[in-house]
């Protein structure tokens, strides 16, 4: 199949709304970016995000700016395919991307970008080379369903997994959590996180899945009993919304964003650098904790309060990987996985 047939797009319309405020309220709004940005009136979004979070967030932009969105959401391997293709058959589409492996993309897709609200980033969600910035943290944590698994019951380290045979078949992962192995080998040791790894597929025999927000609602609906790993904002998600699931934190809490970007060839660049600086600002980000998002900024709490100081007293490993780093993971966990 192939990457336009793949991805999902749904196009979220938010047309020229009367403004909610005065576009000197709000601070992340330049006015000169702002002038320039309406006389281009639209721009496109290249997304994973869900509509349900979507909608909401981006009409907060179109009722301060009156700059239309158009959003196209897929997965982000779907997101990451059609950039590839656009960005070798030379079509300048997209605007701006936002999804958790934007800083894969080369460089030669993306702009060098200085968002003023960057600033008020922590400083792991700053790309040094100015490419990309976080807009929202995915801290990786184990998960539960808490009707099948009592929370006295759980593992206090990776290692007391193989100790949970009862949890044989109940357990699953995300085919794509390249991140957290890396984490994994970088907190145990190369060789002895390979072995401990080793030792939990085959003890455990946890089932591969597609998808951080499938697995968090499966394991939320007891469809399993644990998440060996998965997104904490996408367990709290799943848990605001009724599920009977919740995280908690183990060593190490590998530590990776999803980020925003804009197109080196954007067809309209000033609406795309008004939309980063509005994600990265503390408006966007509060309105994404409402979904149980983690935001990059320190002067915007999660949701709850505690969970990012639950997260922040392990040992953090900041595993945003390049595309040649990921391969390398990416295939060591296919062959853990796909082994037992």
Do not use: C
């Amino acid at each position: 199949m192939s990457a336009f047939n793949a991805t999902r797009p749904v196009l979220l319309a938010l047309l020229g709304l009367a403004l909610a405020t005065p576009a000197a309220a709000q601070s992340w709004i330049d006015q000169k970016l702002l002038d320039a940005a309406k006389k281009e009136g639209a721009l496109v979004v290249y997304g994973s995000m869900n509509e349900e979070e979507a909608l909401p967030y981006y009409k907060i932009f179109t009722e301060a700016t009156g700059i239309k969105v158009n959003y196209v959401r897929t997965s982000d391997t779907g997101v990451m395919g059609r950039i590839a293709v656009e960005f070798r058959a030379k079509q300048n589409v997209w605007d701006v991307v936002m999804t958790t492996p934007v800083n894969r993309l080369p460089d030669a897709a993306l702009a060098q970008i200085d968002p003023p609200e960057a600033k008020g980033l922590i400083p792991q969600a700053r790309d040094p080379n100015r490419r990309w910035y976080g807009v929202y943290a995915n801290y990786n944590s184990p998960a539960y369903n808490t009707k099948y698994v009592k929370r006295e019951e759980l593992p206090k380290t990776y290692e007391d997994f193989l100790k949970k045979e009862e949890w044989r078949g109940k357990i699953a992962i995300d085919n794509a959590d390249s991140e957290w192995l890396m984490a994994m080998y970088t907190h145990y040791g190369e060789e002895k996180g390979r072995k401990l790894v080793q030792d939990i597929v085959t003890t455990l025999q946890p089932v591969v899945t597609d998808g951080h927000l499938a697995l968090a609602r499966a394991v939320g609906s007891g469809e399993y009993w644990i998440a060996l790993n998965n997104y904490t904002n996408l367990t709290v998600n799943v848990k605001l919304a009724g599920g009977a699931t919740d995280y908690w934190a183990m060593d190490p809490v590998a530590l990776i964003f999803g980020s925003v970007g804009v197109a080196q060839h954007a067809p309209n660049p000033n609406a795309a650098r008004l939309m980063a600086n509005y994600v990265l600002s503390k408006e966007a980000q509060t309105q994404l904790t409402k979904r149980g998002r983690i935001p990059t900024r320190p002067d915007t709490s999660s949701n709850p309060p505690e969970v990012n100081e639950t997260l922040l007293k392990q040992k953090i490993i900041t595993a945003v990987l390049s595309a040649a780093e990921n391969k390398r993971y990416q295939t060591e966990f296919q062959k853990l996985f796909r082994s037992k």
